[in-house]
């Protein structure tokens, strides 16, 4: 079994509102679209409600404008 990657080897999100970087093994965020991300922090500004009882989303994000931008 090969050692998991160290923290700075490992790819790291950048969020699209803030532009903070979130660590997609360590650190909740959120899928806004393929390869665009929101970090945790901007997900619950927008509305979002994390269920950490079952590590996901109970309360999706307003991410509307997000994806106008990026259409």
């Known amino acids: 079994m090969e050692p998991a ?3 700075s080897t490992r790819p790291v999100y950048s ?3 803030c532009h903070a ?3 997609p093994v360590s ?3 959120f899928e ?3 390869g665009t991300h929101l970090c945790f922090s ?3 500004r927008r509305g979002g ?5 079952c590590n996901d989303w109970a309360v999706r994000p307003h991410v ?8």
């Open 42 to 44: 901007c997900a619950m």
């Open 27 to 29: 650190d909740r965020f």
């Open 49 to 53: 409600e994390y269920d950490s009882g």
């Open 5 to 7: 990657p160290s923290r």
């Open 21 to 23: 970087g979130a660590d």
């Open 64 to 71: 509307h404008d997000l994806l106008r931008t990026l259409a």
């Open 32 to 34: 806004v679209a393929p």
């Open 15 to 17: 969020c699209v509102s």
